[in-house]
């Protein structure tokens, strides 16, 4: 059996995590990352590294032209809708908030499919591998925090999706091989992520969650105190801060 | 009531056609065109003109980006995997071509259903319409011609497709409006299309189908050849052909 995968890594804990599994998982796995135009380069640096420490591929996707057409999201057109409002953890999974982005999983799915796809195709039909000994799976890394609130981060949708993935695909039609979609940490708490991360060796010093491109993460935004969180509730020093301060880990 | 559409134009007859019909139905149609860097001005250039004919909105999206990404196709890279060798009928249908792209119509539907999903967001969140009061539809042209060897071509990718649309949009989730996807020459042959354009009163002089991007058609290439025998099935001439041979139609 031949484990074809691509892993969704933005170079950040949970998608750093879910791809060191994702390693484990696979024979040959992929990590793709999407840049839209104004993404800062910490996080493109992270993501790199990342996949260097891991050992496997890594390609950019530019995907600038989808905030375009997914254009009605306080993320994309930040001067005509307003950010989400804080919110109290009663009214968490209410209501989408404004930051939902248009089928931004659905699009994000359907291109790192179409990378899976075309690698197994090319396993079949020029390697000449047998089709029945080919699995091909993608790794994404929604979690129940996310899933709260947006339609596309619900196990239903992934299910949904995975069907589209056959019915659309050359794999499925002629070979009979479906894509599959795991979603490991999406039950999972940040604390529980972390200590996940320890035990599959994820390599966490190369991450990086701050909203900011400082030469250190602020410790103030959402993701910084969110990563805190985690690290503190998993017992474990950030790696990155003991890093940066000048240790060893 | 209030119908927002969107309709996939490449400039050809069939996209056309379509897309004059999507205006009869709509209230609010836009047409996006998907650009690649190689496609030839000709081809843009009759999108816009049919889009100016109809009066209704056009969108280019560049989507270079999934040609990098869906690899894996003899249109996506020439220099790995040969181009469709000539079938005759009876193999048509047995199995996919190597012109198969994977996951296009995935992509293509997605990226044109977050721009209807945003245009009906606006509508209720900004604008304040009912929610009850909103249509929205994509308008795409497949026809049986492709439709007999392309996975994303068959009527049950088309209901799976809208499944998706359902689940991972906020237009389902939080208002129960689904996105609907018409493909209304996905049956007919080219002369039935012909016909059923002239009913509709579709701008054909400003389309354009050759594969070429001369100054006029090539009248050699399958898709000219495919183009000229259906207008000669409608018994109608082609407006393009006798505008060129400064005719007036």
Same mark, same amino acid.
Request: charged share 20%; net charge negative; hydrophobic share 20%.
């Given at each position: 059996m031949v484990s074809i995968g691509v892993t969704l890594l933005s170079g950040g804990l949970d998608s750093t995590t879910v791809s060191a599994y994702a390693k484990h998982r696979t024979d040959r796995l992929t990590a793709l990352t999407f840049y839209y135009?104004?993404?800062?380069s910490t996080e493109l640096d992270s993501a790199r590294q990342v996949s260097a420490s891991l050992g496997i591929r890594h390609e950019l996707v530019d995907v600038s032209s989808f905030g375009k057409v997914a254009w009605y999201s306080a993320l994309t057109s930040p001067d005509v809708i307003a950010l989400p409002e804080e919110r109290d953890a009663s009214q968490m999974g209410q209501s989408i908030p404004s930051s939902y982005v248009p089928l931004r999983n659905t699009f994000f799915i359907t291109v790192s499919a179409a990378y899976l796809e075309s690698q197994a195709l090319w396993a079949i039909?020029?390697? !000449? #591998? !047998?089709a029945d000994e080919i699995q091909a799976t993608l790794f994404m890394a929604p979690n129940a925090i996310d899933y709260s609130g947006?339609?596309?981060?619900r196990p239903e949708f992934f299910e949904k999706m995975k069907e589209v993935l056959k019915y659309g695909s050359k794999l499925w039609s002629?070979?009979?091989i479906p894509m599959n979609i795991e979603? =490991?940490?999406?039950? #999972?708490?940040k604390g529980e992520i972390v200590r996940w991360a320890k035990d599959l060796d994820a =390599? #966490?010093?190369?991450t990086w969650s701050c909203y900011q491109g400082g030469p250190? =993460?602020?410790?103030?935004c959402d993701s910084c105190i969110l990563r805190a969180k985690g690290f503190q509730e998993a017992g474990h020093p950030d790696p990155l801060l003991v890093r940066l301060k000048g240790g060893t880990s």
């Open positions: 135009g104004q993404i800062h039909e020029q390697e !000449k #591998l !047998k947006y339609p596309d981060c002629e070979y009979n979603t =490991p940490i999406i039950h #999972l708490s =390599p #966490l010093t190369n250190e =993460p602020c410790g103030t």
